[in-house]
Each structure stands twice: as C-alpha cells, then as structure tokens.
C-alpha cells in the first residue's frame, strides 16, 4: 500500500524504463558478450576524457550503455547497487531465442529460470558480475490482485522444457531485429523501508509486492513491477563506494507536466538533484544514481549523462 491519493503524487501510468548504464572493466569482451549473448547491436560510441562510452541495443532501441572505466574495482555482491537489470521479450519464441543464445555461450553463469505468475524469466551473470534477467509477461488480464498488490510467485521453471516448446530456428535467426526493452531493474539496497521513502514516496512509483521478506516491488500504472529493491545480499549496505557495475538507472517520463511534477515532489521532501529541461538526475539514499527523461532520448543525450 502507498500513501499517495493524488495523481500529482504518483508517476504516470505511461512511465517506462530506459538503457541501463553500467561501468565495466573490459569494453571489449562486455560488448562482445552482450552482443552475442542477447542479441544486441553497437547503436553509438563516444570518448569522454579517459572513458569509452558505447550504447547497444536492438533497432533503434538502446538496452544497456557502458562505460569503459578500468580502474575501478570490481562488483562487490554485498554492496548496494544492480541486482538484475531485466529485459522484456515480445513473445515465448523472442524470448527463447534469446535464452538459446545465451546458454551457448561459454562466458554466461547461468543463475536458474522462474515462473513468477506475472511473467516466465530466466537468470544470467555476465562476466563482470552484473546480473541479467531476460523474460516475458504473461497476458496481464491473467494477473492476480489483491487490493493495490499483485500476486507473484518464484516457481520452478524447466528451461528445457520451455525452449523445447517455444524455439524455433526464424527466431534465433532474426536476433538483434526482434523487438526488446528494459521492463524493470531490480536494485540492491541496504534497507527496504529507506528505499521505500525514495523509490515509492518521494519519485512516485507504486507498491506492488510488498510481502516477499527483505525485497518491495513497485511499479506505475499497475504494471507488476518496473524497480524492485532487495536487501537479500546488501541488508545494513551502506553509501556505494566507486566500483565497476551499476552507474545509471533510467526512467521514461511521457510530457513535461510529469517532469515538472517530479521536481516538485522532489524539492518538497528536500532532496538535491539537477535538471537540464529534459531530464532530472538524482541520487538514491545509497548513491545510485537515477535519471528520469522525457521519452525519445537519442544516443547523443545518453551519451551525455
């Protein structure tokens, strides 16, 4: 349950998430592993000082930037920052392709396959240590709700199984030309209460799930979840030290009114951030940072960030 009555107070149902940004050690072989893993193409690639900054994705359609920042130490598991980033397949068939493709290459970990109710998702570690969900909603009339919660469940799913029933060769043949989205990033945080204040009160996502132990999930316009926060590796974590890994969580606002009505709330419950117009970026109590931009960003304006 949220404390929100006013729609000035919560985002727009039409809210949608952006291209993940993560800070990796090695460009190459992360590029190399993300395009052939899961279907991705180089969409832009810029230099910034000493970083290399590249964006892939599917189309048009960014999906992940990094940033080639070496220097860093690696991912540590137990810190606040990236649990999954999740990407969201139009069907079964896209979906498998992609797993397919995934289970053959010899750098992915994989980290097991779930039957959610709400969705059919599989898990992968890339090899920096990042988290990847791939998966696809079941038909949302099928979603069971209870009040302002949706029912979700962690049920086995046999991946065999399901890439028996649903792989076929035009899929993993069309690869980076099938359509795939950010549906949602899972986040580690150090309290779930504290993630609560700033994810749901203060940005405007709703709860969703709040009956798991040690995680929320929260979304808008009645999707099941577009952030989740976890404290199932990171509880009592505290502000992110500098580390390879998440740099960016990105969120898709349709129209300057939701912009507007963000940097309201944000001022009111006295919370730095900066804005250029077209986007407000501000930190997570942990020192994530989240950009929230209006919709059509081109890679020029990620780019940017």
């Known amino acids: 349950m949220t404390n929100q009555t006013t729609t000035d107070q919560i985002l727009s149902a039409d809210t949608t998430m952006g291209a993940v940004t993560l800070r990796v050690g090695d460009l190459e072989e992360m590029s190399s592993y993300y395009t052939q893993a899961f279907a991705m193409e180089a969409l832009e690639e810029a230099t910034r000082g000493r970083e290399v900054h590249r964006v892939l994705g599917r189309g048009t359609t960014p999906l992940v930037r990094l940033i080639h920042t070496p220097d860093l130490p690696g991912v540590d598991p137990r810190q606040a920052g990236l649990f999954h980033t999740a990407f969201l397949f139009d069907t079964p068939e896209s979906l498998s392709a992609t797993v397919y493709r995934a289970a053959q290459d010899p750098r992915s970990r994989f980290a097991g396959s ?8 599989f898990y992968f570690t890339d090899p ?7 998966y696809t909603d079941r038909p949302r009339e099928t979603w069971r709700r209870s009040g302002n919660q949706i029912a979700m469940d962690t049920i086995y799913l046999d991946p065999n199984a399901y890439l028996q029933k649903h792989l076929t060769e035009e899929t993993v043949a069309a690869g980076p030309s099938l359509a795939g989205t950010v549906g949602h990033v899972h986040l580690q945080v150090g309290d779930v209460a504290t993630a609560k204040a700033f994810y749901v009160d203060s940005l405007g996502f709703e709860t969703t799930q709040a009956d798991y132990p040690g995680a929320l999930f929260a979304s808008a316009g009645g999707y099941h979840h577009h952030i989740a926060m976890n404290t199932w590796n990171s509880r009592g974590a505290g502000p992110r030290a500098a580390s390879l890994g998440l740099g960016d969580v990105s969120i898709t606002l349709p129209t300057r009114e939701d912009l507007d009505a963000l940097t309201v709330r944000l001022r009111d419950k006295k919370i730095d951030f900066d804005a250029d117009g077209r986007s407000v970026s501000v930190k997570d109590p942990w020192g994530t940072n989240v950009t929230l931009a209006l919709p059509d960003v081109t890679t020029d304006e990620l780019m940017a960030r």
């Open 114 to 121: 779930s039957d959610h109710l709400v969705s059919e998702a």
């Open 128 to 134: 920096e240590g990042n988290g990847v969900e791939l």
